[in-house]
């Protein structure tokens, strides 16, 4: 009752200090909105990309990247080790065949055969037209929807027509051609289904079976050879669940391969994105101090102003603690009202940044570049309310050990 | 002398020692004294007396340097800052030559701040605030603002504060000196009513003609009582 009296009247000064808090609270909420939004672009973009229960197993050891990988051969025997990995629900192999070119598209369309098994997490729920591949077919191919549309009107018109894979030899990647590996061979192949091309432009889904006698066609083995010489190019392991994948790579490290997860990279994001929140809530925080510093201006001038009121106070009984709960309730109260104004001018102006940029740059369907959330905002409001509390806690405590008998004198 | 339990105020050897500097002044310089329930006791002196510090040490605003003060069989003495304030609350009302009411406040909401700090619930603070201020005559005033009373309305504004919590002890601290005579006397009447009723008093002054209201006068010089 009494703080909200004293704010009412001291009211030019209250606002300005409210307003600091706002500001200070705001900002905190942009930045942060800002970090969170930024944070669940990227994950969206990487949702969108593949399932986070996959482990991929790469024919490398574990650890080294790049040029520094050592390969290993990924053999029939490890892939029997692989499904015997607990929580490994399903194992699909990956052959890919030599580039190549689809005959009927021209000399630009260059493609990379993967060969797969049915089912594989790669073939899966992105068609245009007709179906994925199925278990124990032959000569089929499922290709990407740019390949079909240089062949035919729609994508429904190029199923069921046999196109020509030359595999092997020289290939146009971009504007250059390279000499590619041995001598080119022709596979007929009938198109089955056709699929968005987001995923790829190049890659031609095959048969794994096909695959594997494409590639050892061109090295002059038989397919068991080159399954022996060079393995497989990759593994798809599905868990059974994403909570899983972690301990599924590390299995796979453990049998002396490298293995790529969706979900490790979406930890190391989180990761990454931790600092960069903690950057920006830091900068934020500056702001909120400087607001704290404003506080405890304006609560100690209310105690120096209100001496005389603090000795009449104590002269009719008021307590020590009564002294310093009226000052400490009045920073309370410019703190909950500048964290409330504060969230809103954040939340306001985060949508009309994202406002403004829809209209310099319109897309569709735009994500959103500032997410608050709850957990943010009851943090802001929490934040702006220990502040102030803080910022009024030395004020409040001269009020409280004032002397009834010298503040009663004080003019 | 009176028997013990008739007795409300029982000062014995009451000094009060302010450290200035090098040199100490002594305010209080070994004060006894007894007051009784339902007396009006005036206490007379030149300014630098140690009458007011007397009364402050009455009221439990300060403290004294030697000596025991017991009011209502509690020591004063011994307490310390919130013993004190809870003191103030509940055993003496105090009116002061500067009236100290809040300015920013209703005159109800003023005569009802006691009552706040005692964690009385806010009908009952204003309920008791009005009943007292009726009592005084000054029921048509409870929504005015100090500053739209005159001097003798804010005293009264003052005693309805120092009685709403039924103090065993009522303590004046010059509260003519700011009025003009006409309400000095109406107030020194309302104060000898009050009295009349069986409030205890205990008034401070230098002026003898406010002090034969009372009772009993006792006179003060150079911190002793000198009667």
Redesign the interface.
């Known amino acids: ?2 703080a909200f ?1 004293n704010y009412a ?1 001291s009211r030019l000064r209250s606002t300005l200090t409210t307003l600091g808090v706002a500001i200070g609270t705001a900002l905190l909420v942009l930045l942060i909105a800002l970090a969170t939004g930024a944070e669940d672009n990227v994950k969206r973009s990487i949702f969108s990309i593949g399932d986070l229960r996959l482990v991929t197993v790469q024919p490398f050891q574990p650890g080294a990247t790049g040029l520094s990988a050592v390969p290993r051969t990924i053999s029939d025997d490890l892939v029997a080790k692989l499904k015997a990995i607990p929580h490994a629900q399903s194992v699909y192999r990956q052959y890919d065949a030599p580039l190549g070119t689809l005959l009927e598209g021209g000399e630009d369309a260059t493609i990379r055969p993967q060969g797969i098994e049915a089912g594989a997490p790669v073939d899966r729920g992105d068609l245009l037209a007709g179906r994925h591949l199925e278990p124990s077919e032959h000569a089929v191919a499922v290709i990407p929807g740019n390949l079909a549309r240089l062949v035919a009107a729609t994508p429904e018109a190029v199923l069921g027509r046999k196109l020509t894979l030359r595999l092997g030899g020289a290939v146009k990647l971009g504007s250059t051609r390279i000499g590619g590996s041995g001598t080119p061979r022709d596979y007929v192949v009938t198109v089955v289904g056709v699929f968005d091309e987001q995923a790829s432009q190049t890659s031609v889904r095959i048969p794994l079976e096909d695959a594997l006698l494409a590639g050892a066609d061109n090295r002059g083995l038989t397919s068991d050879a080159l399954r022996q010489a060079t393995g497989y190019s990759g593994v798809a392991i599905e868990s059974d669940d994403s909570q899983y994948v972690a301990e599924v790579v590390k299995s796979v490290q453990e049998l002396g391969f490298s293995a790529f997860s969706l979900k490790q990279v979406i930890e190391q994001i989180d990761k990454g994105f931790g600092v960069f929140r903690g950057i920006l809530a830091g900068i934020g925080g500056v702001a909120l101090l400087v607001a704290a510093i404003g506080i405890a201006n304006t609560m100690v001038m209310a105690v120096l102003e209100r001496t ?2 603090i ?12 002294i310093r709960a009226i000052f400490l309730a009045e920073a309370a109260l410019v703190g909950v009202f500048g964290g409330v104004v504060g969230l809103v001018l954040g939340v306001l102006g985060g949508r009309a940044i994202e406002l403004v940029i829809s209209n310099l740059n319109p897309q569709a369907n735009p994500a959103p570049i500032f997410v608050v959330d709850l957990p943010l905002a009851l943090g802001a409001l929490g934040l702006a309310l220990l502040v102030s509390l803080v910022a009024g806690f030395l004020p409040s405590r001269r009020a409280m050990r004032m ?3 010298s503040a ?1 004198r004080y003019e | 002398m009176a028997s013990p339990d008739q007795v409300i105020v029982r000062a014995t050897d009451v000094a009060r020692v302010y450290p200035t500097g090098a040199t100490a002044v002594s305010a209080l310089d070994g004060v006894t004294l007894e007051v009784r329930r339902g007396e009006f006791l005036a206490v007379m002196g030149p300014s630098g007396s140690g009458k007011s510090t007397l009364l ?1 040490i009455l ?1 439990g ?2 403290r004294p340097t030697r000596g025991a003060v017991i009011v209502d069989g509690a020591d004063l003495s011994t307490m310390d ?2 013993a004190l ?2 003191y ?3 055993k003496v009302g ?1 009116i ?1 030559q500067a009236f ?3 300015p ?2 209703r005159v109800l909401e003023n005569v009802a ?2 009552l ?3 964690g009385v619930p ?1 009908d009952i603070r204003l309920e008791r605030a009005r009943a007292v201020l009726d009592r005084l005559g000054m029921g048509p005033r409870a929504d005015h603002r100090p500053s739209q009373l005159s001097g003798g309305e804010m005293q009264r504004t003052a005693i309805a ?1 120092a009685l709403v ?1 039924e103090p065993s002890l009522l303590l004046a601290d010059e509260p003519t000196g700011n009025l003009d005579s006409a309400n000095g006397e109406a107030l020194l009447a309302l104060i000898s009513e009050l009295h009349a009723r069986g409030q205890t008093v205990v008034l401070v002054t230098h002026d003898a003609g406010i002090a034969s209201h009372a009772q009993r006068t006792i006179h003060m010089r150079d911190g002793r009582i000198v009667n």
């Open positions: 009752m009494l009296g009247r005389r009121e000795g009449i106070m104590k002269a009719v009984g008021a307590s020590p603690r009564d002397s009834a008998l009663l | 402050n009221a605003l300060e800052e919130v304030a809870s103030r609350r509940e105090m002061f100290n009411l809040l920013r406040y701040l006691p706040l700090f005692a806010l504060r919590t």
